[in-house]
Nanobody
Framework: QVQVVESGGGLVQAGGSLRLSCTAS????????MGWFRQAPGKEREGVSW????????GYADSVKGRFTISRDNAKNTLYLQMNSLKSEDTAMYYC???????????????WGQGTQVTVSS
């Protein structure tokens, strides 16, 4: 069966950096678009960044443009999110997801991980 597992979350001070990783198994990783989403307490899940199957196209939420970078290594079945200049408003549970369509719409993603918590202290 398909498994998606995120790692790399933690507690960091404002202005700091974190790198999230996501490994997926049980699927042909290079066939799937991938995305990072986040959900803060009391808020809806939102798209953070998304990447096409071969990595040639990427997209970002306006709130993270210029600070976050998404990338993937299809040989390792791994997705990354480099997060720099973190702000307190970046605090959330971060989820990795795989889907057929390159999109920022979480409803279009089929396989989801359990999430990794990112907490930014001000």
């Amino acid at each position: 069966q398909v498994q998606v597992v995120e790692s790399g979350g933690g507690l960091v001070q404002a202005g700091g950096s974190l790198r999230l990783s996501c490994t997926a198994s049980g699927l042909t990783f290079g066939f799937y678009a991938m995305g990072w989403f986040r959900q803060a307490p009391g808020k809806e899940r939102e798209g953070v960044s998304w990447i096409s199957p071969r990595g040639s196209n990427t997209g970002y939420a306006d709130s993270v443009k210029g600070r976050f970078t998404i990338s993937r290594d299809n040989a390792k079945n791994t997705l990354y999110l480099q997060m720099n200049s973190l702000k307190s408003e970046d605090t959330a549970m971060y989820y990795c997801a795989a889907g057929i369509q390159y999109t920022d719409d979480p409803d279009r993603f089929t396989y989801w991980g359990q999430g990794t918590q990112v907490t930014v202290s001000s």
